[in-house]
Nanobody
Framework: QVQLAESGGGLVQAGGSLRLSCQASGRGVSNYVLGWFRQAPGKEREFVGAINWSGGMTNYADSVKGRFTISRDSAGNAVYLQMNSLTPEDTAVYYC?????????????????WGTGTLVTVSP
C-alpha cells in the first residue's frame, strides 16, 4: 500500500510559476513510478507527467512539455512538479499518483495509487 500527499497548490497569475510536492510513503515506494495527473472543472482527468524509480526517465503530456519538469528526491519517496509559464488552461486539481510500471503514457486513471489532490488556479 502506498500513501501519497500533495502540497503546494494555490493561486498564481498567468506567466507565473508554481512548484508542487508529493510525499510518498509505504513499503517499497522508492521502486514505484511517481506521476502527476490533473483534472480541470468539467473535464476528464489527464496525464501530466511521470518519473521512473531511479529518476532517470521522465515523460510528459504534449500540453506541458517544455514548461513543466518532474523530479524526485534521492531517497525516492518525494516527487516534485515545477510548473513554469502557467496559463489559465493549467487551472485544475493536480493529483500525485504511483504505479509499478513505467509507460510512455497513462490513461486518465492509469496508476494504482492516488493522492487527494491540490488545487492550482491560474488567473488571467
Amino acid at each position: 500500500q502506498v500513501q501519497l500527499a500533495e502540497s503546494g497548490g494555490g493561486l498564481v497569475q498567468a506567466g507565473g510559476s508554481l512548484r508542487l510536492s508529493c510525499q510518498a510513503s509505504g513499503r517499497g515506494v522508492s521502486n514505484y513510478v511517481l506521476g502527476w495527473f490533473r483534472q480541470a472543472p468539467g473535464k476528464e482527468r489527464e496525464f501530466v507527467g511521470a518519473i521512473n524509480w531511479s529518476g532517470g526517465m521522465t515523460n510528459y503530456a504534449d500540453s506541458v512539455k517544455g514548461r513543466f519538469t518532474i523530479s524526485r528526491d534521492s531517497a525516492g519517496n518525494a516527487v516534485y512538479l515545477q510548473m513554469n509559464s502557467l496559463t489559465p488552461e493549467d487551472t485544475a486539481v493536480y493529483y500525485c499518483a504511483a504505479d509499478l510500471y513505467y509507460r510512455a503514457n497513462y490513461a486518465p486513471y492509469g496508476m494504482d495509487y492516488w493522492g487527494t489532490g491540490t488545487l492550482v488556479t491560474v488567473s488571467p
